[in-house]
């Protein structure tokens, strides 16, 4: 277990999102709970994890499935009750597992308390919690669009004012100028702190600082100086951990949000790696270029090595699963997921797994009416009624869309994989006969066993912390293989990215290496399809 009252705890740590709605139901209503989530808390301590990233439980109308927040401190009632979530915090806590919740500071509900009083009229002391500009019918302050499609503007009629919202129309943005809003937040945040907590993810914490007249959203004018004040006044409790989801980010900014004087945030979520196969907007697939994607980590890892802190991860709720996306979902799907797993885990930073990732979960193919998610849904009707071919944008959905990771948690391979009784809220995938938590617990090989393995690693050689990044090979397009470097000890990464047989020569150095982990057993010829070697050498133990 982590010693957590150390500084920088996180640095050791792995942590595993849950989707609360696609975990566990335990209730018969087709929808994941909390006490689901506390009756799967001794997998999790069995796979050896530190932390739980929990999406959104609270209070919600869920048209963002709880990215639209109307009670930040309630529980919305499907998942359970505020004693469910403090029972979960402490059944957590026994077995070394912090919960992180996932806090959304950029916006709320249109069915929070907040901004119901603050359309009531322009004079309400709520009215400024929020973004306001003056406007007639029909003529939006100016063309900026919702991320899930529409006008960022939407009007209220009887103020003769538009609000801004950068989502769903249902998702007004919060006016981080006004200090009452900062201080209600940072009120909030230690409410939760207080019920023990260990820290947050803060959903597009890029983004509060926007100015919409300037088409600002993202890196703001006052964002360093609001994150300062957030970490000053909020997250002071000595080591409460935070992750910034920032869309935006490049190393530079990356520094100076996870700046290890922890004048801001403790990490960030970055997405370069995320947007190499796509052509502008994320629906436009590429395929991946492999030296493209080594010289992206290569860039992060030396760039944040001793001056700031990497948090690794391919997968999460909005994201294609990886397995299909960059491995191979089909022959080569175990072996795919674990090299995936040894490419990520070798780097320095804070490995995320996605629930499920950990048994190599694949997309999903639906009929278009089966679909939930709003993004996927505002999609197809915009790109249909601008005329593109149906089944080009179901391609588009088939790839990229977010329901893809959000189909229930495979646990089993009885009815709805021993997810519900009933027929769950998103369709299961029909894979779970042979992909499921049960089968990975009985099969030594499996990606599961992989996972822990890698996660056991990490906490027993401090070098996968602390080692600095060298990329090899760096135009190769078929093996990814970087090195990891302390003064007296060395680990070698070498993944190969496809189904074919690769010859590959160690460097000279590491002759003689142990072999820490591979997916394949042992060998001395060339690389098998998707194998991944991890070595190791020390040389005080030579
Ligand atoms: C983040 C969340 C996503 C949500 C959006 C708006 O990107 O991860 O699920 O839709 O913010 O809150
Ligand atoms: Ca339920």
Same mark, same amino acid.
């Given at each position: 277990m982590l010693d957590k009252t150390k500084r920088g705890w996180w640095k050791s740590a792995v942590f595993y999102q849950i989707y609360p709605k696609s975990f566990q139901d335990t209730n018969g209503d087709g929808v994941g709970d909390i006490p689901g989530i506390i009756s799967r808390l001794d997998y999790l301590e069995q796979l050896g994890i530190d932390g739980i990233w929990l999406s959104p439980v609270y209070e919600s109308p869920q048209e963002d499935n709880g990215y639209d927040i109307s009670d930040y401190e309630a529980i919305y009632p499907p998942f359970g009750t505020m004693e469910d979530m403090?029972?979960?915090? &402490?059944?957590?806590?026994?077995?070394?597992?912090?919960?992180? @919740?996932?806090?959304?500071? =950029?916006?709320?509900?249109?069915?929070?308390?907040?901004?119901?009083?603050?359309?009531?009229?322009?004079?309400?002391? /709520?009215?400024?919690? /929020?973004?306001?500009?003056?406007?007639?019918?029909?003529?939006?302050? =100016?063309?900026?669009? $919702?991320?899930?499609?529409?006008?960022?503007?939407?009007?209220?009629? %009887?103020?003769?004012? /538009?609000?801004?919202?950068?989502?769903?129309?249902?998702?007004?943005?919060? =006016?981080?100028?006004?200090?009452?809003?900062?201080?209600?937040? /940072?009120? @909030?945040?230690?409410?939760?702190? $207080?019920?023990?907590?260990? $820290?947050?993810?803060?959903?597009?914490?890029?983004?509060?600082?926007?100015?919409?007249?300037?088409?600002?959203?993202?890196?703001?004018?006052?964002?360093?100086?609001?994150?300062?004040?957030?970490?000053?006044?909020?997250?002071?409790?000595?080591?409460?951990?935070?992750?910034? #989801?920032?869309?935006?980010?490049?190393?530079? &900014?990356?520094?100076?949000?996870? =700046?290890?004087?922890?004048? #801001?945030?403790?990490?960030?979520?970055?997405? #370069?790696?995320?947007?190499?196969?796509?052509?502008? #907007?994320?629906?436009?697939?590429?395929?991946? %270029?492999?030296?493209?994607l080594k010289r992206c980590f290569d860039r992060w890892q030396r760039g944040l090595h001793n001056c700031g802190w990497n948090s690794l991860f391919m997968d999460n709720h909005d994201l294609p699963r990886i397995v299909s996306r960059w491995g191979n979902d089909g022959a080569y799907r175990v072996e795919s997921a674990k090299m995936l797993a040894a490419m990520l885990h070798g780097m320095q930073g804070t490995p995320y797994i996605y629930q499920g990732e950990e048994l190599g979960m694949t997309n999903i193919r639906l009929p278009i009416d089966q679909y939930v998610d709003l993004e996927i849904k505002n999609l197809y009707q915009e790109r249909t009624a601008r005329g593109v071919p149906e089944e080009e944008v179901l391609r588009s959905i088939y790839a990229r869309g977010r329901d893809n990771a959000r189909t229930p948690m495979q646990w089993t391979d009885g009815d709805q994989a021993g997810f519900s009784d009933v027929r769950p809220w998103l369709p299961v995938n029909p894979n779970y006969k042979t992909v499921n938590a049960a089968a990975a617990l009985e099969d030594p090989d499996s990606t599961f066993y992989f996972y822990q393995k890698l996660i056991a690693l990490r906490k027993q050689y401090p070098i996968f912390q602390d080692g600095s990044f060298t990329l090899l090979l760096p135009e190769d397009e078929q093996i990814f293989a970087y090195r990891r470097d302390t003064e007296k000890e060395h680990l070698l990464v070498v993944c190969n990215f496809t189904p074919d047989t690769i010859p590959f020569d160690r460097p000279a150095e590491f002759e003689n290496a142990r072999l820490l982990l591979s997916n394949y057993e042992q060998g001395t010829g060339p690389l098998r399809p998707y194998e991944a070697q991890i070595y190791y050498l020390s040389e005080e133990t030579q």
């Open positions: 403090e029972k979960l915090i &402490r059944e957590a806590e026994k077995r070394g597992i912090s919960i992180i @919740m996932d806090l959304v500071l =950029n916006h709320t509900s249109d069915e929070h308390r907040w901004f119901q009083e603050a359309r009531k009229s322009r004079d309400n002391p /709520y009215h400024d919690f /929020y973004v306001w500009r003056d406007g007639r019918p029909d003529c939006p302050p =100016n063309d900026m669009r $919702g991320v899930f499609g529409g006008s960022a503007w939407t009007y209220v009629p %009887h103020l003769g004012q /538009y609000y801004f919202h950068q989502f769903a129309a249902k998702q007004p943005d919060l =006016n981080w100028d006004n200090p009452a809003v900062r201080e209600a937040l /940072y009120q @909030m945040i230690r409410f939760w702190a $207080g019920k023990g907590v260990g $820290g947050f993810r803060l959903d597009v914490i890029d983004q509060i600082a926007k100015v919409p007249d300037e088409k600002i959203t993202a890196n703001g004018p006052r964002l360093h100086e609001f994150l300062r004040e957030l970490s000053e006044k909020a997250f002071v409790r000595e080591g409460l951990v935070s992750v910034g #989801e920032a869309w935006s980010a490049d190393v530079e &900014r990356a520094k100076q949000f996870s =700046n290890p004087d922890g004048s #801001e945030l403790s990490m960030v979520f970055q997405f #370069e790696h995320i947007c190499l196969d796509q052509k502008g #907007e994320k629906w436009d697939v590429i395929p991946l %270029h492999l030296p493209a």
